[in-house]
């Protein structure tokens, strides 16, 4: 499996940049309120989410904040984008929305964002370093982070135990375990990537240490060809080359046999998915172990996650009082212990520091059968996030372009470092074209 279990349909529009992205430090400030309130009197602020459970915490808000009451919309579907900058553009948006991280770096680009560095700063201290990174590309902040989703490993202990391999270290003992199981068994599979999703290279690619996109100075730097980059890319190239991987697209409602069947046997994954193999894994319930994802560099091990944000939109009239709200939903006490409870269906994961108190409920005992600290994986994989990673100006339309090129490589018609090599070329083009200076990292 991979950060995402479903197909990033990515909307590439076309995105007309004056490089409205602030290429400066977010400033910095207390863990307080008090520079937020800046706002005088009652105010209305409509809240766009799709995410379940969220409703529910924006009424215990509006009781508890009669000065600042939240409108609630679900906006959910699939051209919820399209509608929101269609809004912006009409002046009708509302003040906040949920967003992933590659949209609000594109929103932001666009200039359809609020920079609330200044509203923000006091909340900043309460969040991870690569949880902030996902609402401040090039520095300016426009939003609060919501919730993260650290990379681990699952795998079925009792198939590992059969071939004779054991629970990968590295990437490098994923490839030799695959090859061992090969040997005994040419349908089981130790991978699994889809066609239509190149999540994995991205997540390798961040746990390898590379940046695809990082800002130097007054410009941007490009780097999928970097050594990183390159060491992430040849890992999947051995997945391809060797066979290793099956291709069970995430969009087929029978993904989930594959793992269930003991087809594939090692996934890496994350909170929000771990309620849905209880669900869909009724064969393999309790077979299941959780460990560390494979490392690249034992001296720095680092993992990858997707971030999920609180987004303050243009034309926001009380940006104080809208990171005010969007801090309290994601990173208060009270609102935190309702969200990562299962019964909520929200499937947050938290991105605040410290992560100790919302992990044990989350995690289907049934599923992995208490022989693994299933708790201690996911804490540590929330701790190893890779603080290098950034969200570039133009990342969804570049993950659009990625996805047409990623299904060539799943069939050996394009090699990794092709790819790479071409986005890299088609990155620098599009930010030209744009107007953004940009240049490839040295």
């Given at each position: 499996m991979s950060t995402t279990m479903r197909t990033r349909a990515v909307a590439g529009a076309a995105v007309a940049l004056s490089l409205s992205l602030v290429l400066s430090a977010c400033g910095g400030g207390d863990d307080t309120d008090s520079t937020a309130k800046t706002t005088k009197g009652d105010v209305q602020l409509e809240f766009w989410s799709w995410t379940e459970g969220i409703q529910q915490q924006v009424a215990v808000w509006n009781k508890e904040h009669p000065e600042t009451q939240v409108k609630y919309v679900n906006a959910a579907g699939d051209t919820v984008y399209q509608k929101l900058r269609a809004a912006i553009t009409s002046g009708n948006a509302p003040c906040l929305s949920k967003m992933d991280g590659m949209n609000l770096a594109n929103f932001a680009a666009d200039g359809l964002l609020t920079d609330i560095t200044k509203q923000a700063a006091p909340y900043k201290s309460r969040y991870t370093t690569p949880a902030w990174n996902a609402v401040s590309p090039g520095g300016a902040t426009y939003g609060i982070p919501t919730g993260s989703s650290p990379l681990f490993t699952a795998y079925r202990a009792d198939l590992f135990a059969k071939y004779g391999v054991q629970a990968p270290k590295s990437w490098d003992d994923v490839i030799a375990a695959g090859k061992a199981v090969q040997k005994k068994d040419k349908n089981v599979k130790i991978f699994n990537m889809a066609g239509e999703d190149p999540s994995t290279l991205v997540d390798l690619s961040w746990q390898a240490g590379a940046q695809w996109y990082g800002i130097a100075d007054d410009h941007w730097e490009i780097g999928f060809t970097s050594p990183e980059a390159l060491k992430a890319a040849d890992v999947v190239q051995q997945l391809v080359d060797n066979n290793l991987a099956s291709n069970a697209s995430y969009a087929d409602p029978g993904v989930f046999k594959t793992w269930d069947l003991g087809k594939t046997i090692?996934?890496?994954?994350?909170?929000?998915?771990?309620?849905?193999?209880?669900?869909?894994?009724?064969?393999?319930?309790?077979?299941?172990?959780?460990?560390?994802?494979?490392?690249?560099?034992?001296?720095?091990?680092?993992?990858?996650?997707?971030?999920?944000?609180?987004?303050?939109?243009?034309?926001?009239?009380?940006?104080?009082?809208?990171?005010?709200?969007?801090?309290?939903?994601?990173?208060?006490?009270?609102?935190?212990?309702?969200?990562?409870?299962?019964?909520?269906?929200?499937?947050?994961?938290?991105?605040?520091?410290?992560?100790?108190?919302?992990?044990?409920?989350?995690?289907?005992?049934?599923?992995?059968?208490?022989?693994?600290?299933?708790?201690?994986?996911?804490?540590?994989?929330?701790?190893?996030?890779?603080?290098?990673?950034?969200?570039?100006?133009?990342?969804?339309?570049?993950?659009s372009e990625m996805q047409k090129q990623w299904g060539k490589v799943m069939k050996k018609q394009l090699t990794v470092k092709a790819m790479l090599t071409g986005l890299q070329d088609w990155v620098l083009a599009d930010l030209k074209n744009k107007g953004v200076k940009a240049v490839a990292a040295g």
């Open positions: 090692l996934m890496t994954t994350s909170t929000w998915q771990l309620p849905i193999y209880d669900t869909n894994f009724p064969k393999s319930k309790g077979k299941w172990q959780l460990a560390d994802a494979p490392v690249f560099d034992p001296a720095k091990p680092q993992t990858s996650s997707n971030f999920d944000v609180t987004a303050v939109l243009k034309g926001c009239k009380y940006p104080d009082r809208a990171a005010q709200f969007a801090a309290w939903l994601s990173s208060s006490k009270e609102s935190l212990t309702a969200l990562t409870d299962p019964a909520s269906k929200s499937g947050l994961f938290p991105a605040v520091k410290d992560v100790s108190p919302y992990v044990d409920k989350i995690i289907p005992t049934e599923m992995f059968n208490g022989r693994s600290d299933s708790a201690q994986v996911i804490t540590t994989a929330a701790s190893r996030v890779g603080e290098q990673w950034q969200y570039g100006p133009d990342y969804a339309a570049m993950y």
